[in-house]
């Protein structure tokens, strides 16, 4: 029965018959370790036995040196073990596919790699994580230190681009404009984030769904810091309508406030000996007839006659609350309307500057940025109180819009509303009002502003002759004045028919040769008064 053999063929095995036991082999010089192309070895042994009858090979021609036989039996087993090892190794490499990845696992190690360096490049360009902000507002309402502040606040991937608008009146009708047409694009004013609104125009803009609530103003810091007076008496509550309730949402959120105030020229008082304006009742002085403009505004023109009547700005029903009734209303304003030389909210400042007229009427905002530029004129609060005005922030109605064409708002509004709100409304925003860099008063000056205070910020400055302190009346004066409230449909066509009785009276004939007369009696009366004091003056 034949025996398998034990080691590979191309290792052989010399026996040795002196030998009575299987000896250690030996390996012969003349079969060196060799190494082959392909990385393999060949390892030839020759092993001397006499346990076993094997046929032994043809042993090797005598050599001429005589090698002791224990040191040939040492220097043969040393080969053999070396060999063994060396050949394992040699296997080892060739059978183990550990030495080297995977062709599949290198390709997906670099893509890994390609795919971290495409984020890293991705997320280091400044347009991956900008948040942007449009704000559309009235030019000269923002101070220019609020944007840098800002920006600086909300950290570098916050983008504010900030449009101005020459009046509310325009913001209001180019948002009027661009949603009842729908067509918003990027450069609209409905594309906006927020947009600046009068409080005047606040009920028309709700009632015509230019603008849309303000989402989750309970839980902001803004509206719990606003006092109850601009809760509850500046009607920031409306209905859908327009119309004040208590339970009814927030629409828009006060950022700025001023008064109407009444600007006179001081030389020309001293000129003609006059006395100084104090009230609305001096605006219907006989010698101020035709010297005077004013702002194109029903409210404001009949609201000047309700307080010099001793009423309020909010009358409901004239027939009822004013003493004398609709008719006394109507002859009050019909003398108004002759000593007023120009109705223009516009222009009605220019004949100020050029000196046609000699006494103005009109918003803070606009009034005390031209007296600061001129010379020796005075800038009143009436002491009988006057009307408030306020600058609001809105946002426009334009998620009802199925377009991709809004810019900013294509995806919603700005998550940095509630930012640029509360930001605008914080304490350390009223310092450029208090220092009258801006016109106006930041909305926390309402109830907590007082004389001594206001005062430390204006030391030092050129004076302007007013009983404004850094844009806020007196104390005893604020609490006389009022915000305007919406007014009643019937109330309105009061209003209506009193303007209307007005401009007949202003353009017809008889009162046109009238109000001519009054004018000539009225340049002589100065003349003859003018003359008489330097005749007493001489004397």
Same mark, same amino acid.
């Given at each position: 029965?034949?025996?398998?053999?034990?080691?590979?063929?191309?290792?052989?095995?010399?026996? =040795?018959?002196?030998?009575?036991?299987?000896?250690?082999?030996?390996?012969?010089?003349?079969? /060196?370790?060799?190494r082959?192309?392909?990385?393999?070895?060949?390892?030839t042994?020759?092993?001397?036995?006499?346990?076993?009858?094997?046929?032994?090979?043809?042993? /090797?021609?005598?050599?001429?040196?005589?090698?002791?036989?224990?040191?040939l039996?040492?220097?043969?087993?040393?080969?053999?073990?070396?060999?063994?090892?060396?050949?394992c190794?040699?296997?080892?490499?060739?059978?183990?596919?550990?030495?080297?990845?995977p062709p599949?696992?290198?390709?997906?190690v670099?893509?890994?790699?390609?795919?971290?360096?495409?984020?890293?490049?991705?997320?280091?360009?400044?347009?991956?994580l900008?948040?942007?902000?449009?704000? *559309?507002?009235?030019?000269?309402?923002?101070? /220019?230190?609020?944007?840098?502040?800002?920006?600086?606040?909300?950290?570098?991937?916050?983008?504010?681009?900030?449009?101005?608008h020459?009046?509310?009146?325009?913001?209001?009708?180019?948002?009027?404009?661009d949603?009842?047409?729908g067509?918003v694009?990027?450069?609209?004013?409905?594309?906006? =984030?927020?947009?600046?609104?009068?409080?005047?125009?606040?009920?028309?803009?709700?009632?015509?769904?230019?603008i849309e609530p303000?989402?989750?103003v309970?839980?902001?810091?803004?509206?719990?810091?606003?006092?109850?007076?601009?809760?509850?008496?500046?009607?920031?509550h409306?209905?859908?309508?327009?119309?004040?309730?208590?339970?009814g949402?927030?629409?828009?959120?006060?950022?700025?406030?001023?008064?109407?105030?009444?600007a006179?020229?001081?030389?020309?008082?001293?000129?003609?000996?006059?006395a100084?304006?104090?009230d609305?009742?001096?605006?219907?002085?006989?010698?101020?007839?035709?010297?005077?403009?004013?702002?194109d505004?029903?409210?404001?023109?009949?609201?000047?006659?309700?307080?010099?009547?001793?009423?309020?700005?909010?009358?409901?029903?004239?027939?009822?609350?004013?003493?004398?009734?609709?008719?006394a209303v109507?002859?009050?304003?019909?003398l108004?309307?002759?000593?007023?030389?120009?109705?223009d909210?516009?222009?009605y400042?220019?004949?100020?500057?050029?000196?046609?007229v000699?006494v103005?009427?009109g918003?803070?905002?606009d009034?005390?940025?031209?007296?600061?530029?001129?010379?020796?004129?005075?800038?009143?609060?009436p002491?009988?109180?006057?009307?408030?005005?306020? =600058?609001?922030?809105?946002?426009?109605?334009?998620?009802?819009?199925?377009?991709?064409?809004?810019?900013? $708002?294509?995806?919603?509004?700005?998550?940095?509303?509630?930012?640029?709100?509360?930001?605008?409304?914080?304490?350390?925003? *009223?310092?450029?009002f208090?220092?009258?860099?801006?016109?106006?008063?930041?909305?926390?000056?309402?109830?907590?502003?007082? *004389?001594?205070?206001?005062?430390?910020?204006?030391?030092?400055?050129?004076?302007?002759?007013?009983?404004?302190?850094?844009?806020?009346? /007196?104390?005893?004066?604020?609490? $006389?004045?009022?915000?305007?409230?919406?007014?009643? =449909?019937?109330?309105?066509s009061?209003?209506?028919?009193?303007?209307?009785?007005?401009?007949?009276s202003k353009?017809g004939?008889?009162?046109?040769?009238?109000?001519?007369?009054?004018?000539?009696?009225?340049?002589?009366?100065?003349?003859?008064?003018?003359?008489?004091?330097?005749?007493?003056?001489?004397?």
């Amino acid at each position: 029965m034949a025996t398998a053999p034990l080691l590979p063929s191309h290792i052989c095995f010399h026996l =040795d018959p002196s030998c009575s036991q299987f000896q250690s082999p030996k390996l012969y010089p003349s079969f /060196p370790l060799r190494r082959r192309s392909n990385h393999t070895h060949r390892l030839t042994l020759t092993l001397v036995s006499s346990a076993h009858t094997l046929t032994p090979p043809e042993p /090797p021609p005598p050599t001429s040196t005589t090698v002791p036989h224990t040191l040939l039996r040492f220097a043969a087993s040393a080969a053999l073990l070396l060999g063994i090892g060396l050949g394992c190794c040699v296997a080892s490499a060739h059978s183990s596919p550990l030495a080297q990845p995977p062709p599949a696992l290198q390709d997906q190690v670099t893509d890994d790699d390609n795919l971290e360096a495409a984020f890293g490049t991705w997320k280091s360009k400044t347009f991956a994580l900008t948040v942007p902000l449009t704000v *559309a507002a009235l030019r000269g309402s923002v101070p /220019p230190s609020w944007i840098k502040d800002f920006m600086q606040s909300q950290g570098k991937r916050s983008k504010l681009q900030l449009k101005s608008h020459a009046s509310l009146e325009s913001v209001f009708s180019d948002l009027s404009r661009d949603l009842s047409k729908g067509d918003v694009r990027p450069s609209s004013v409905a594309a906006a =984030d927020v947009v600046s609104i009068g409080d005047s125009w606040l009920s028309h803009a709700i009632n015509k769904g230019l603008i849309e609530p303000i989402q989750g103003v309970e839980d902001q810091d803004w509206y719990k810091g606003l006092s109850d007076r601009w809760k509850s008496q500046v009607y920031l509550h409306r209905n859908s309508e327009g119309r004040i309730d208590p339970d009814g949402k927030i629409w828009a959120a006060p950022y700025r406030w001023g008064c109407m105030v009444i600007a006179y020229k001081k030389t020309k008082f001293r000129k003609h000996n006059l006395a100084p304006i104090s009230d609305w009742a001096d605006l219907w002085r006989p010698e101020l007839a035709g010297r005077i403009s004013m702002v194109d505004s029903s409210r404001e023109v009949i609201g000047a006659v309700l307080k010099h009547m001793g009423t309020s700005y909010n009358t409901q029903d004239i027939h009822l609350q004013v003493d004398g009734g609709k008719d006394a209303v109507r002859q009050n304003l019909a003398l108004l309307a002759k000593q007023v030389r120009l109705f223009d909210s516009v222009h009605y400042l220019k004949a100020f500057a050029v000196g046609d007229v000699w006494v103005a009427v009109g918003w803070s905002s606009d009034v005390l940025p031209v007296a600061k530029r001129m010379s020796d004129v005075a800038v009143i609060v009436p002491k009988s109180g006057t009307s408030i005005w306020a =600058d609001m922030w809105a946002t426009p109605a334009v998620s009802r819009l199925e377009t991709n064409r809004i810019g900013g $708002r294509v995806r919603g509004p700005s998550p940095l509303i509630h930012q640029w709100i509360d930001f605008c409304l914080q304490t350390a925003r *009223a310092l450029p009002f208090k220092q009258e860099v801006i016109p106006g008063a930041s909305p926390s000056a309402l109830d907590s502003a007082s *004389a001594e205070n206001l005062e430390e910020f204006t030391k030092g400055k050129p004076r302007l002759d007013t009983n404004l302190i850094a844009g806020v009346p /007196p104390p005893e004066i604020l609490a $006389r004045c009022e915000f305007l409230e919406p007014l009643s =449909d019937s109330t309105i066509s009061d209003y209506q028919s009193l303007i209307d009785s007005m401009q007949k009276s202003k353009h017809g004939l008889v009162p046109s040769i009238n109000y001519n007369i009054l004018s000539l009696i009225q340049n002589l009366w100065l003349k003859l008064h003018s003359n008489n004091n330097k005749s007493l003056k001489q004397v």
